[in-house]
């Protein structure tokens, strides 16, 4: 068993930044990726950006240049820096992570509002 809680979310203007993080708990030994995903209202979970065992990381074209997914090994903690924030980025995020033999953990989320 895994338990994911994020936190970071808020409300930010336009331009800014936040650093979302994601805290694990329980038999996290055999997780093979990571992950920041998020849903918008009205539309589907999309991936934002994943990091693999050996820290190989994958970005959405969409946040590609603005978001670094990073991580904590001795904290067991996954972080999402996010710059240049702009509108589009608003949603709920979501960490998601990945064992070796397929089970997916998912925390609940963490709003992220975007002013204009």
């Known amino acids: 068993q895994v338990q994911l809680v994020e936190s970071g979310g808020g409300l930010v203007q336009a331009g800014g930044s936040l650093r979302l993080s994601c805290a694990a708990s329980?038999?996290?030994?055999?997780?093979?990726?990571m992950g920041w995903y998020r849903q918008a209202p009205g539309k589907q979970r999309e991936v934002v950006a994943t990091?693999?065992?050996?820290?190989?990381?994958n970005y959405a074209d969409s946040v590609k240049g603005r978001f670094t997914i990073s991580r904590d090994n001795t904290k067991n903690t996954l972080y999402l820096q996010m710059n240049s924030l702009n509108a589009e980025d608003t949603a709920n995020y979501l960490c998601?992570?990945?064992?070796?033999?397929?089970?997916?953990?998912w925390g609940k989320g963490t709003l992220v509002t975007v002013s204009s």
């Open positions: 998601g992570w990945k064992s070796y033999g397929g089970v997916e953990y």
């Open positions: 990091m693999a065992r050996f820290g190989n990381t």
């Open positions: 329980g038999s996290i030994f055999s997780i093979n990726v």
